[in-house]
């Protein structure tokens, strides 16, 4: 799909939203948005717009595996660039890596700056 595509598919989105969803009954916190889903005629669109955006969704009996080992150059500054920006639970699900692995990283990056200065 191409980028214009994509960008049709999500100001649809917008305006239905828009036109839509702010005066709706069903929206009203986390249960609401469980009725918008499953209630909703505006929402089972919305649901076909998302689908054709999202063609194949990782459900999350197929996620990978979180990694081990080695970190790649490239986590280590997406770690570091996002740091002050994102929580530790964030940056990990991103990096697909344990929140434990992602503090112990972030700990020995900081103390290995601190060696070099």
Avoid at 2 to 20: F, T, V
Avoid at 30 to 59: H, W
Avoid at 63 to 88: M, T
Wanted: include cysteine; aromatic fraction near 6%; charged fraction near 30%.
């Amino acid at each position: 799909m191409s980028r214009e595509e994509k960008r049709k598919i999500r100001k649809e989105l917008n305006d239905l939203m828009d036109s839509h969803c702010n005066s709706c009954e069903f929206r009203s916190g986390y249960e609401g948005n469980k009725q918008c889903l499953s209630n909703c005629q505006i929402g089972e669109q919305l649901r076909s717009f998302t689908a054709m955006l999202v063609k194949d969704p990782i459900s999350v009996e197929e996620e990978a595996p979180v990694k081990k080992g080695r970190w790649q150059e490239e986590e280590e500054i997406y770690l570091l660039n996002h740091l002050p920006y994102f929580s530790v639970e964030h940056i990990a699900m991103r990096l697909n890596r344990h929140p434990n692995h992602v503090s112990g990283k972030i700990h020995r990056l900081k103390s290995k700056r601190k060696h070099v200065c």
